[in-house]
């Protein structure tokens, strides 16, 4: 059993900066890649950053330059550093986690259970 847990959440204004952070716990052989994805009200979950084991990071258009992917391997851990964020920010943030979480070979995903952001104008 896998469980990871967003907390950093929360209100803020426009231009603001939050800190997000999600803990991986419970059966672990290895974690491949962990990151971000988002859903706003009436939309897909999107992806915001991934980062790999090896460190390598991909962000979406919308959070480059301004978000900040980073990972802690030995504590199973990732952040998402955000700053300016805008009012289009607002949405729930997803944590995920790729990874061999039995004895079995294979990569599974593994979600959190959202973290609620809201930018406010």
């Known amino acids: 059993q896998v469980s990871l847990v967003e907390s950093g959440g929360g209100l803020v204004q426009a231009g603001g900066s939050l800190r997000l952070s999600c803990a991986a716990s419970?059966?672990?052989?290895?974690?491949?890649?962990m990151g971000w994805h988002r859903q706003a009200p009436g939309k897909q979950r999107e992806l915001v950053a991934l980062?790999?084991?090896?460190?390598?990071?991909n962000y979406a258009d919308s959070a480059k330059g301004r978000f900040t992917i980073s990972r802690d391997n030995g504590k199973n851990t990732v952040y998402l550093q955000m700053n300016m964020l805008k009012p289009e920010d607002t949405a729930v943030y997803y944590c995920?986690?790729?990874?061999?979480?039995?004895?079995?070979?294979?990569?599974?995903?593994?979600w959190g259970q959202g973290t609620q952001v809201t930018v406010s104008s």
């Open positions: 995920n986690a790729d990874g061999q979480f039995t004895d079995r070979p294979y990569v599974t995903r593994h």
């Open positions: 980062i790999t084991s090896e460190g390598r990071m």
């Open positions: 419970g059966t672990i052989f290895s974690i491949n890649a």
